[in-house]
């Protein structure tokens, strides 16, 4: 890991050091001993699961902390999303914690299948890459809950550590690295009188198709700015719809990389199971064009 996400993690350590309850009095405690497991949260506001295993939209993580866990307890939940492509498939699972409405630390199991279509590329016939994710994000300012009385919106910083088992074919598709850091601004405003979540994030990235092809490149080998946006609008207490977009960027001299894009519907049974199901975009995927498929996914947590 190099020394950019090094300082970037200690940042976050540091931060979290205000993430432990503030200790009350022996009388206080045993008056009303704190419960780690209140799901005190409304539900939704712990969005649902992100590709890459954090807590926000599909495509897009959010400054809201994964979980229903409030400020005095802690959240969690496990998720398994599948993407239908038309020459591939993408599987994810994982699981996040949300520790006292402050922090969130995740994990993110990938797998790329290449179904048919590896064959053509020359790695043969259901090719898989695999890729490991670590998730962690810390709430900085505002609670978007909260803070109905002000335009502030909640504010969270995180990272994702990645790391893909194919260095040998990344390389030679003009890839430099297999492991590598993205590094993410949140800001997330909810709107309750209008049942109205809008959310932007700036990501540094030198991924290539969120790190299945590997980082950096051939074409370009710098970290990128990139920008996300999701926009979700709650229907009902339990049912809300939306849509997200995701710049990437474009480091691989053979095979042209696009935008993302995703018009998802969420149903949330209950704090404990929620489903998504969405139409996503994900453009040009390693010179196979118009790759835009379903995207389904089941979290079950707390």
């Not at 969005?47 to 409030?70: D, K, N, R, S």
């Not at 179904?115 to 259901?126: D, E, H, M, N, V």
């Not at 309750?192 to 198709?209: G, K």
């Not at 490149?217 to 049912?239: H, P, W």
Request: proline residues 2%.
């Amino acid at each position: 890991m190099d020394k950019i996400a090094w300082a970037f993690l200690v940042a976050i350590v540091i931060s979290a050091s205000g993430a432990l309850p503030a200790m009350a009095d022996d009388d206080a405690l045993a008056a009303r001993p704190p419960d780690l497991m209140d799901s005190g949260k409304l539900l939704a506001t712990g969005g649902v699961t992100q590709l890459e295993g954090a807590g926000g939209g599909g495509l897009v993580p959010w400054a809201l902390i994964t979980g229903y866990g409030t400020r005095d307890a802690i959240g969690a939940n496990a998720h398994y999303t599948y993407v239908y492509l038309p020459q591939y498939t993408l599987h994810s699972g994982g699981v996040a914690v949300g520790l006292f409405d402050r922090v969130e630390l995740s994990y993110a199991r990938q797998w790329f299948d290449t179904r048919s279509t590896g064959a053509k590329l020359g790695l043969g016939s259901g090719f898989t890459f695999h890729q490991d994710i670590l998730g962690a994000k810390v709430k900085l300012v505002g609670d978007a809950v909260y803070d109905q009385d002000s335009w502030l919106p909640q504010i969270a910083a995180g990272t994702q550590y990645k790391m893909n088992n194919q260095s040998a074919v990344i390389h030679a598709i003009g890839g430099r690295d297999a492991n590598g850091v993205d590094f993410y601004l949140a800001a997330t405003k909810l709107l309750l009188s209008e049942s109205l979540l809008m959310n932007a994030t700036i990501r540094e990235t030198r991924a290539n198709q969120f790190g299945i092809l590997g980082f950096g490149g051939d074409k370009n080998n710098d970290y990128s700015t990139e920008f996300e946006g999701s926009a979700a609008l709650l229907l009902s207490r339990q049912l809300a719809i939306g849509a997200e977009f995701r710049t990437k960027p474009d480091n691989l001299k053979f095979a042209k990389e696009g935008n993302a894009v995703d018009v998802f519907v969420a149903y949330f049974f209950n704090k404990n199971v929620s489903a998504t199901l969405a139409y996503v975009a994900l453009g040009d995927i390693a010179t196979q064009r118009n790759q835009n498929g379903v995207y389904a996914s089941l979290q079950v947590g707390f």
